[in-house]
């Protein structure tokens, strides 16, 4: 298994590359940030790297990556299309199939949601790393390909905030905030065409398997696995890793 585990690893570099490419980022970034009236370390701490790496940034002596150009892009209210080069733009839209992410995410809300069709943003965050993680586990590829990182709460990748926000703008979702929690429900039924018939089966017995089950279970279970545990605060967490884990721990 493990000689396996690390054959896999080396095939999913092309996940990879796209964190650790190069972009071109705009010149005008210390007028944006100033404008925004932020300092230097906030847009570090923001960016999970130390002021003296920002500045060398902000001067253009280094460049970002990819995940650091839409992370400004979002903290700055500046287009994507500002801050990164047309072939990478590209690349990244060509290894992420968003359609088919929407649909999990969308569908995950369909068989999960409680009697009144709502469920919280962390539930469903949870349940799509599940199906990913999962899949990768029985046939060694994701089905999305996206980084999750390990955060607090859940692992998660970047793409899930801004996915529901398109999903949301786009009408297919609403989102009420209650308290703390952001209550997502679908606003149309969704479709499914570009899951598989096996896909779109794990992603079902995922969520018949964690339906009513209350936040805290969810978040102690994958806080359990072993991708969760090796990794550190903040870390990508690799897809092999899931291959160690025992087949009940699994989802």
């Known amino acids: 298994?493990?000689?396996?585990f690390w054959q896999k690893l080396q095939n999913n570099i092309i996940w990879q590359?796209?964190?650790?490419?190069y972009c071109i980022m705009s010149k005008d970034i210390e007028i944006l940030r100033k404008?925004?009236?932020?300092?230097?370390d906030e847009v570090a701490k923001y960016l999970w790297i130390t002021r003296q790496t920002f500045s060398k940034?902000?001067?253009?002596?280094?460049?970002p990556t990819l995940w650091q150009a839409v992370k400004l892009s979002e903290l700055l209210w500046e287009d994507i299309d500002n801050f990164i080069s047309t072939d990478i733009k590209t690349e990244a839209k060509n290894l992420i199939d968003w359609d088919k992410y929407k649909q999990i995410i969308t569908n995950f809300i369909k068989y999960w949601a409680d009697d009144d069709g709502k469920i919280t943003k962390t539930k469903l965050a949870k349940l799509c790393y599940l199906l990913d993680f999962a899949w990768y586990y029985y046939?060694?590829?994701?089905i999305t390909g996206l980084e999750y990182k390990k955060f607090a709460q859940w692992p998660v990748p970047d793409a899930y905030f801004s996915t529901l926000e398109e999903l949301f703008e786009e009408e297919s979702i609403s989102i009420e905030i209650k308290w703390r929690s952001h209550l997502i429900e679908n606003i149309w039924t969704p479709s499914n065409n570009k899951l598989t018939e096996d896909e779109l089966k794990m992603l079902q017995d995922i969520a018949i398997k964690w339906k009513w089950k209350p936040t805290k279970e969810i978040v102690d279970f994958t806080h359990k696995q072993i991708?969760?545990?090796?990794?550190?605060?903040?870390?990508?967490?690799?897809?092999?890793?899931?291959?160690?884990?025992e087949l009940e721990n699994v989802y």
């Open 227 to 245: 991708p969760w545990m090796i990794c550190y605060d903040k870390e990508i967490i690799p897809y092999g890793l899931i291959t160690q884990e």
């Open 35 to 40: 404008k925004k009236r932020l300092t230097q």
């Open 17 to 21: 590359h796209i964190n650790t490419k």
């Open 57 to 63: 940034l902000e001067k253009g002596k280094i460049q």
């Open 139 to 142: 046939n060694l590829e994701p």
């Open 1 to 4: 298994m493990l000689k396996i």
